[in-house]
């Protein structure tokens, strides 16, 4: 694993705190790293009405194509539980801006993945942006 996973990790973890998660418990903290190693934070925001909730993964992903990166190399998630995966939503959104690799970190360690490997058929209207 290199350095600046590493990094990642450690500043998804400071960010672990800002969750607001009063419904689950269950606090998670995501790093979106651009091909040109800039890292963009999210943590998961909870609402009453469950389906307004957003997951920390998508926060950072969106963070990152708010300033204009459209290529997200790497995600990053952390959990106060053990191996939290990215749900279905997260990971297409992942896909949708060609993310390559997923790194899960828990108390037993990281675990690296292809996106491929969570998402094996992303849906895709094949558009390019020009």
């Known amino acids: ?3 600046e996973v590493n990094r990642a990790i450690k500043m998804a973890e400071s960010y672990l705190s800002n969750s607001y998660s009063p419904y689950s418990g269950i606090k998670v903290a995501s790093v ?3 091909s040109d190693g800039k890292m ?3 943590v998961n925001v909870e609402n009453s009405s469950y389906g307004l909730t957003i997951c ?3 926060v950072a992903v969106f963070r990152a194509v708010t300033e204009g990166y459209r290529r997200i190399k790497a995600v990053v998630v952390v959990s106060n539980h053990d191996e939290i995966y990215p749900c279905g939503a997260c ?3 992942m896909a949708e801006f060609n993310v ?3 790194y899960v970190a828990s108390r037993s360690g ?3 993945f292809k996106l491929s490997e969570l998402l094996p058929r992303p849906f895709n209207l094949k558009y390019h942006e020009t």
Do not use: H, N, S, Y
């Open 32 to 34: 979106a790293i651009t």
């Open 100 to 102: 390559e690799e997923v």
């Open 1 to 3: 694993m290199d350095e």
């Open 110 to 112: 990281v675990k690296r």
């Open 91 to 93: 990971l297409q959104v």
């Open 56 to 58: 920390a993964e998508r």
């Open 40 to 42: 963009f934070p999210g």
